[in-house]
T-cell receptor, first 114, second 110 residues
Framework: NAGVTQTPKFQVLKTGQSMTLQCAQD?????MYWYRQDPGMGLRLIYY???????DKGEVPNGYNVSRLNKREFSLRLESAAPSQTSVYFC?????????????FGEGSWLTVV | GQSLEQPSEVTAVEGAIVQINCTYQ??????LSWYQQHDGGAPTFLSY????GLEETGRFSSFLSRSDSYGYLLLQELQMKDSASYFC???????????FGAGTRLFVKA
């Protein structure tokens, strides 16, 4: 069972370059998320998608765009990368109901912008 | 908006009990979760409290007081492998948005 799969695992970009982080889940979850993690900052929500066809801004959406391609896939795009976007990016998914909301994370994508 | 506060670091000895506190401020509240993350790894789910009281899962327990906007994670019989970062997270009223605290780094000493 693959769970949440994100690619690439490592990427180095030059300032101004663009790239897309890909994410797919095989758990039939409705909700998907993109978080970034910086040292001492915890996990900050960039964008989320409550269900297929919807996306919403999180805490730190500036400089990013997302696409919920279908129920399985949720991509994150950096149109013009900046050094401040150097971070570890986690894609996640969950099935929300009244009993809980376990969030399942991918293994992370380490992005360096130089 | 939402904010969560938890201590940045906690140190304890193997076999001991440690409590990691979390206070939160939210415009809406649907539940408090706890996640564990080892260095270089992804966060993994530990527990979830939607109602006041204690939830127990093996060596880990989590408590919630909604009236105090407060919760804690209790780790018993600490083991070296428990050295990790622990995050509390709040799910908002709409239920779709989950915000994390900055994390508590737990060091377990022999």
């Amino acid at each position: 069972n693959a769970g949440v799969t994100q690619t690439p695992k490592f990427q180095v970009l030059k300032t101004g370059q663009s790239m897309t982080l890909q994410c797919a889940q095989d758990m039939n979850h409705n909700s998907m998320y993109w978080y970034r993690q910086d040292p001492g900052m915890g996990l900050r929500l960039i964008y989320y998608s409550a269900s297929e066809g919807t996306t919403d801004k999180g805490e730190v959406p500036n400089g990013y765009n997302v696409s919920r391609l279908n129920k399985r896939e949720f991509s994150l795009r950096l149109e013009s990368a900046a050094p401040s976007q150097t971070s570890v990016y986690f894609c996640a998914s969950s099935h929300l109901d009244h009993s809980g909301n376990t969030i399942y994370f991918g293994e992370g994508s380490w992005l360096t912008v130089v | 908006g939402q904010s969560l506060e938890q201590p940045s670091e906690v140190t304890a000895v193997e076999g001991a009990i440690v409590q990691i506190n979390c206070t939160y401020q939210t415009s809406g509240f649907y539940g408090l979760s706890w996640y564990q993350q080892h260095d270089g790894g992804a966060p993994t789910f530990l527990s979830y409290n939607a109602l006041d009281g204690l939830e127990e899962t093996g060596r880990f327990s989590s408590f919630l007081s909604r009236s105090d906007s407060y919760g804690y994670l209790l780790l018993q019989e600490l083991q070296m492998k428990d050295s990790a970062s622990y995050f509390c997270a709040v799910r908002d009223t709409g239920g779709f948005k989950t915000i994390f605290g900055a994390g508590t780094r737990l060091f377990v000493k022999a």
